[in-house]
């Protein structure tokens, strides 16, 4: 079992930067693979970046070059670094473990566990 807290939501302008945390609970965080996802008001919710245990991360195409996720294995979190926000990231932000690497890492049903939600607000 694992348990997930983000961190680090807030309201911001466009063209500012956020870092959302993830604490995870676990002898084995080390080695989940752990997804960002993030839904906004009346839409489905949607693949952000995830990272492996060995560090390989891969990013939706809408936030490539903006952000950046990372992860502290001692610390048991992970980051993401988001940059040069813009009003259609305002969203829940919700990280998740997987309990396996899935190569449908970019579908919400291939992680096992979740976080309660950050809010970030981006406005214009």
């Known amino acids: 079992q694992v348990q997930l807290v983000e961190s680090g939501g807030g309201l911001v302008q466009a063209g500012d930067s956020l870092r959302l945390s993830c604490a995870g609970s676990?002898?084995?965080?080390?080695?989940?693979?752990i997804g960002w996802f993030r839904q906004a008001p009346g839409k489905e919710r949607e693949f952000v970046a995830t990272?492996?245990?060995?560090?390989?991360?891969y990013y939706a195409d809408s936030v490539k070059g903006r952000f950046t996720i990372s992860r502290d294995n001692a610390k048991n979190t992970v980051y993401v670094q988001m940059n040069s926000l813009k009003p259609e990231d305002t969203a829940v932000y919700y990280c998740?473990?997987?309990?396996?690497?899935?190569?449908?890492?970019?579908?919400?049903?291939?992680?096992?566990?979740w976080g309660q939600g950050t809010q970030v607000t981006v406005s214009s």
């Open positions: 998740a473990a997987a309990a396996v690497f899935r190569h449908t890492y970019y579908l919400a049903a291939s992680y096992d566990y």
């Open positions: 676990g002898r084995t965080f080390s080695t989940y693979p």
């Open positions: 990272i492996r245990g060995s560090g390989v991360a």
